[in-house]
């Protein structure tokens, strides 16, 4: 098939708008090596909504500021984070950015100033208040909790899976069970997956009582982080220019452009891959759900660039109503209804990329199960499902008094 210049067109200038300079810092010229200091943003500015993670800053800070470190946050979701504290107005005292050995020295431009890049060390680590984990697994089973140690600890909310099944340490979406981060100084964040769909399933849940779930999942290529839409990206680029015919793959299982993938992450004993029992082991400890409570999902990879789709089948204990469900739904913080199919609209990533609330349509009965709804659920996963997620939990903390600003000595 012959593809016109104007198509290639179009994928580079898309590319261009994906690239990591828009989801990110350029290094900055020159400047003096520094922590920038800011004051609390006046009260005044801030909106009222009922929608909780709309709002450009959500909650009464206390007059304190907080000395916040952020470790990756050159990566998809450390910059993220720093995009999410700049626009909630996160009372931000001193922003520290840690990394390696090849980024340390660098700098990036942020609302609070020019920062530069500091080797990671444990020690300076402990010195914030509190710390964002955006890197692996591996790097936060080695420092989480020695960062967070004793009384001069920082707390550490860490995006990685580290933490997330181990007794004694909250798993949290903050909407649902902030309530666990009291007394807590190492708080877990959810797989994305996982936290886009219980934004929609909770509210429905208090209303009905969830007696089972299945899910089946469409999710970007940015799953994978920046690598992922890079690779994505040049891929549609080579085929549609007519260099290659099937895309190369380094990424993924497969080449993703102009295909799905029904696989994301590694293959378990019983069938399912390690992405997909995320999704139950998470929802069960969210929630608040026994340990055999049944959840089963589906994962494919889908050559979207980023935010990530969900087919939800609820099977509920009590009669299901729609507009009773509507309205729960319209009411729940962070949930956007998208439901007008006269005027086909409906939750789709085109819509739900670079938004903080999840949305949600495609609201009906279920036809095949009694007392059940089935709906589809779109929610910008780096956000949502990772960094959003993480500042809302500082937010919540701050509110309950888990996370306090050193005192000065």
Same mark, same amino acid.
């Not at 828009?22 to 801030?46: K, T």
């Not at 199919?341 to 990533?349: H, R």
């Given at each position: 098939m012959k593809i016109s210049s104007a198509a290639v067109a179009i994928?580079?200038?898309?590319?261009?708008?994906?690239?990591?300079?828009?989801?990110?810092?350029?290094?900055?010229?020159?400047?003096?090596?520094? *922590?920038?200091?800011?004051?609390?943003?006046?009260?005044? *500015?801030?909106?009222?909504s009922r929608h909780a993670t709309t709002m450009t800053t959500t909650l009464r800070m206390s007059a304190s500021s907080f000395n916040v470190g952020i470790v990756g946050a050159t990566g998809a979701v450390g910059k993220e984070i720093v995009g999410v504290l700049e626009k909630r107005s996160f009372p931000v005292g001193a922003l520290r950015i840690f990394g390696s050995e090849r980024s340390a020295g660098k700098e990036v431009d942020t609302k609070f100033g020019r920062v530069t890049v500091e080797l990671f060390s444990e020690s300076s680590a402990r010195e914030c208040d509190v710390v964002f984990l955006a890197v692996d697994g591996d790097f936060s089973l080695k420092h989480a909790e020695a960062i967070c140690e004793g009384n001069d600890g920082a707390v550490v909310i860490d995006n990685s899976s580290a933490f997330?099944?181990?007794e004694g340490i909250p798993l949290v979406v903050p909407e649902i069970n902030s309530d666990a981060t009291k007394g807590k100084k190492l708080i877990a964040n959810p797989n994305c997956t996982t936290a886009i769909g219980l934004m929609a399933i909770w509210p429905l849940h208090k209303l009905f009582g969830l007696?089972?779930?299945?899910?089946?999942?469409?999710?970007?290529? *940015?799953?994978?982080?920046?690598?992922?839409?890079?690779?994505?990206?040049?891929?549609?680029? *080579?085929?549609?220019?007519?260099?290659?015919?099937?895309a190369e793959n380094k990424i993924f299982a497969h080449p993703l452009p102009f295909n799905v993938i029904p696989h994301i992450d590694k293959f378990q004993e019983n069938g399912y891959t390690k992405?997909?029992?995320?999704?139950?082991?998470?929802?069960?400890k969210i929630c608040g759900l026994p340990d055999d409570f049944p959840v089963s999902c589906t994962a494919v990879r889908i050559p979207t660039s980023r935010a990530h789709s969900e087919s939800i089948v609820a099977i509920f204990d009590k009669p299901v109503d729609v507009a009773l469900a509507r309205k729960a739904l319209e009411e729940a913080p962070g949930v956007k209804l998208v439901d007008?199919?006269?005027?086909?609209?409906?939750?789709?990533?085109l819509t739900a990329t670079g938004q903080y609330d999840v949305e949600v349509g495609r609201l009906r009965k279920n036809i095949a199960f009694d007392n059940a709804l089935e709906f589809f659920v779109v929610g910008d996963q780096l956000l949502r499902g990772a960094a959003l997620n993480a500042v809302v939990v500082a937010e919540k903390m701050v509110e309950n008094g888990a996370l306090k600003a050193k005192a000065v000595v």
């Open positions: 994928v580079a200038v898309v590319a261009s708008s994906l690239s990591s300079s828009a989801y990110g810092f350029a290094p900055a010229s020159s400047s003096a090596s520094r *922590s920038v200091n800011l004051s609390p943003r006046s009260s005044s *500015s801030r909106q009222s997330r099944y181990k007696k089972k779930m299945v899910m089946s999942t469409y999710q970007a290529a *940015s799953g994978a982080g920046q690598p992922g839409m890079d690779e994505l990206m040049e891929g549609t680029r *080579s085929v549609l220019s007519g260099e290659r015919e099937v992405e997909e029992m995320k999704v139950t082991w998470e929802t069960r007008d199919i006269a005027n086909l609209k409906y939750p789709m990533p």
